[in-house]
Each structure stands twice: as C-alpha cells, then as structure tokens.
C-alpha cells in the first residue's frame, strides 16, 4: 500500500476518537515509585528514591480528577499493588463515583487473597505488563522480584473471573523475536486483547527496537491474528498505517510523557499529514531515515487562500473621521482569525475567508505576524505581474496610534511595499549576474528569473550565457516546451532527490559553481535527501542561491473567486508545495550542512512575499 496515497481527512476518519482511546476521560494516578521490578523501560531513573505516594496525595488527586470531570482512574507506579493503602484508594475512588483500572506487572495478584481484596474495593479492569513468554528473557527484562509465572497466574485468573484484562506488551530489540509465542500463551489464557507500545525510556540505547523491525513484528503478529484485538500506542503512525483501525491511543499515560516540542520534531514529521493524529511524530533526525522509506503521510498543499468581501461597515473617505473611533458606532463583532476589516475606496468594510487549507491560527499569522495579505486588482484569472495584479493591503497607520484599537481589531488599507515583488526580483538578478562557472538550476519551471538572462542569449546561443548552464525539471513537458524557445539549454529530466542526480548531471565528476532553487524548494517532496545531494555535487566556496514564496492571502470579488473555482473543478492549476516554509525554516532543514550566509533576505510585512538564501559552501 502506498501510504502518500492517504489523506489527512482519511486518517481522521479512519480514527475516530472513541476508537483512539482505549479509556477515554480516564486519569492517572500515580501510587509512587516504589515497585518490586527494575524494568529497563522504567520511566524513572535508575537511582530514584523508591518510595509511596503517601494516601492523602492520593486522595487528593482523586477528588481533583473527579472535579475535572474524569470518569475513571488508572492506578499506576512504580507498582501500585505494593501500596500498602491500595485497597482504601480503590474503594475511595469507587465512592467518588470514578471506574478503577490497575496497571500492573501483576506479580503480587497471583495472591488469592491480594485480588480477592481488591475486587472487594471495586477494581473494574487491568493491565498487566509483561515483556516475554520467555522466563528467562522476561526476568532479563523486568528484573527484580519479577516472577513471569505468577504475572501469567494472575492474567489467567483475571479472565477466569471474567475481569477485563489488557496485557501492555512494551517493544524492545530483545523481546521482538519471542512475541509471537508470548500471543499463543496469551491467547491460550484467554486474553482477547494485547497492546503494544514503544517505551519512552531504555536503560541502554541498543535496547530500543529499530523501527524497521517494529514494523515487521506488528505486521507479522496483526496478520497471523493470535489474540483477537491488538492495539498499539506511542509508534509512529506511519508504522502501524496499515492497520489503522487498531490504532489505540492510552491518553492515561501522558503524564509521564514529555510534550512534543514541535519545533523539535524531525522535518519528515513536520511536513506529514498524518502528524496531528501520530502519538510518536519522530524527534529531530531520529530514525528519520527509516520512516522516509515508509513513505509517510505526505500531500501537496495551498500556497495561498482567498478573502471575500462580506460586510459592508461605513462610508469612511478618511480614517481621521472613523465612527467607530468617534463612537458613534461599535465596532463591528467578527472572526477575528477568518475575518479582517479594509479600508479602501472611501468605505470601511469586512474580508473573510472559509479556507479550509489553513485553520484559523494560521490565516490569522499570515495576516499578522507575516504580513501577508493583497488586494487583487486586476482583471485577469490566473496572475502574472504580482506588482501589477496584487495590492499590499497593510495595517491602517491610523489605526496604529487610535484610541480605540484593541476594542476595534483596526482596519487594512492599501500600503506600499519598501521591498515589494519587483525590488525583491531585481536582487535575485543581482546575484544571478554574479555567477560564473558550472551552474545547476533545480527546478527549471517556467524560469522566471532565468529568463531575463536568457532571452538576452537568444540569438548567441550558449556562448553568449555568463555560466555553464544545466537545468533539471522532473516535468517532461516543461522540459520540452522549455527547449523549443530555447533549443541550446542544457535541460535533463529530473528531480533533485533522483538517486542517480549527480552522475546525470555531471556532479560526482565536476562539481557545481552555483546551485539554483528558484521558487523550487517547497516543491521538491524530500529536502534532506535533496540537499544531500546537492551538497556534494557543490564545489568547496560555491553557493546555493533559494528563492521561495510563502504563503499569501488575496481579497477578490465573489465573481473572480466563482469563476477561479469553476476552473479548478476543471482541473486547473493543482496544489505543487509539500510545504509552506520561511527562510528561517529553510536555514533549519540546511543547518546540518555548515553553509555560510551571504545573504538573507526575509519576509516581512514592509516586504512582498518572496524570501532570498544566498548561501556559501565552506572552502575547507
Ligand atoms: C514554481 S516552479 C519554479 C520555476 C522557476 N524555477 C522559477 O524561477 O520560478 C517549481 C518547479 O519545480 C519543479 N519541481 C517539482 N518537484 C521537483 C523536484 N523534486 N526536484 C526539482 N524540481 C522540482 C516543478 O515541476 C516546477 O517546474
Ligand atoms: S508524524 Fe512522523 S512518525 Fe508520525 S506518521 Fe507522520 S511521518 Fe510518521
Ligand atoms: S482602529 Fe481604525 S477602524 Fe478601528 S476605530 Fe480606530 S480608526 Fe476606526
């Protein structure tokens, strides 16, 4: 199956919520870190004092989890039957109206009179953690007073007494190979349902599974169907894609979880589609390239999205007269992420936008923090002169310095831009006329830039260009409308992730001068790859030179916006970005390579929305 193939609406409705989590409004309490195992994936640290939570903690927690509206609790460690309390807790819990579940390694329930206590208190339901079927490999695992027999006794027990039982299997690179025996025993207990989770922590970094080997393992223990259901948490979605519908998440746990810091994630992670609904996204570079051969959850996206005019506020010709500053109106309620108000052409009125390819936040940042909103003036569908076509719509320097703003969101009007997109061009022609020697251009594209240098070598040919020109374009029928204007460029079919990229192009042979990706890099589906590549075929003090577009938000008429719509329902222009990144962004993804910076130039909200790396390779 190829997994790009799945859409992030898929996903979601592949997961719906009630399916995803196995306890849902569950909380857990922790009992403390006393416990009679050493298990290598313990969250705690191997010198962590031991000790019990004492029973007014626990109390407490209770009642707090109750005021927030859980409906049960999941006791856990260390290990919570050792609690000398437990028993009280449990059926304290029980009378505060809230469900008791125990995680456990089980040991001490194959007490008779340990469990018998505890269904007095009113547990409803276990897990039991266990590593292997293996003793010998599951006392290796678990340590300290582990006794696979008795966990076993105790599961069996549970499932005789018809509690609902749940056995944790945590994924190790030892206990892979011993699982599909570990599900006959289980099954032959009776289990019905097994999850599986990759732990947080290992004792030793050989412990952790290679993710590879998860893969194979939940593929090969899904498909011989031992137990009836298995569920898994904490692995990568991308791993377990095949068997969505299992996917179960154990919300309880999350304390015990670092929060994801999205900026840490891995960039194969931040570009996925599937990101918002994976509970192991990967941190920076880890296992990365394993989860790039999956090809994860990864569709092109808008570059830009569209306001229409809604409400018409007031007749204003000049701000300085605002009625809403001189209260004589209130200022109008709206949206304030969606919607904006503008100034222009003597009347204040309101913008929205029902993008569905961007949430709220998002629209609202391109607008604010990028300053990135236009006015579309011109009378032609498809745009082809943006300082001609678009209008900078800006925050109103009135508004900057009115009373009344905060109350009032302000208004935009019509700004001129200190860099706008033809100033921003003229700099890349700046340095595009630097350049000399062997220049590959990724992405050829309509050259919007290169054009200016090569329709000047029209007629002359290649030996009139300042540089040894090789374009690559993985679209054919650009290539072959590209070489009927221009039959003497040196143009390859290509992407810049093609394994055989460099003997192609020449650049394992004679390396590059200058590498070009003019408005090419959001494209290209696999940047680490990618700039691998194009790395090495770089010549030590050559440069990379990055031109990009960010995203852009146009205010157009509903007639204009009517007839664009009815013309991509005819299949027009589709969505080419697998991303949306700023130049800082971009600097992120190129930090591993140690490029000096010639030039940056950012967007912002005095400048149009093109940003420019110029980027130098170390000459040692
Ligand atoms: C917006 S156009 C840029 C055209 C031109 N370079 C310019 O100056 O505007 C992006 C181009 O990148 C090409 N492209 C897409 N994926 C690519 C990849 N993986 N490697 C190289 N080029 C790619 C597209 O086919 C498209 O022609
Ligand atoms: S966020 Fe990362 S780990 Fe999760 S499904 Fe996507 S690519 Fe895989
Ligand atoms: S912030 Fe602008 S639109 Fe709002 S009241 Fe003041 S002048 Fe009027």
Redesign the pocket.
Known sequence: MNLATYDAHLLTALLPPNRRRFLSRYVRIFTGTACNQRCVSCPFPADVDRSFRSAAEIQAALQAAKEKGATGVVFSGGEPTIHPELPELVQEARQLGLAVCLATNGVLLAERNVLESLYKAGVGRIQVHLFSGDETLHQSLAGGQSRLEASLSAIQRLVEDGVPVLVVVPLLAENLTSLPALMDTLHGLGVEHVHLTLPDQVRQPEMRASLADVRTTIDSLMNAGRVARISFDRI????T?THLSKHAFLRHRDPLRGQVDENG??W??RD????S??D???ARGEDEQE?RT?S??LSPRSNSFNYIPNDFVADVADLADCPIAAGSMEAPAFDRQREFLMHTRDRLLTVATDSGDFGGAELASVRDELGQVYLDTSDKLLLDDFDQDLQPLRPATHCTTCPTLGTCPGAFELRPLEIGFSASEARVDGILGQLTGRVLDVGVGEPVSLARIFDSAKDEGLSELPFKYIGIEPDKSRIDELSSRHPWLHLLCAGAEDPDLCAKVGGDTEPFDHILLLRSYNHVRDLRVAFQQLFSMLKPGGTMLLVENTVFGVVRGRKKLWELEQMEQQGGAPFEHYRNHLSHEALEVLAPFGLEVLEHMAVGSTTANQWILWLKKPTI
């Open positions: 990568p979605l991308c791993l894609a994630l891995s194969v992670c996925c589609d599937g990101a609904q994976c192991a996204p990967l989860i999956l994860p959850f």
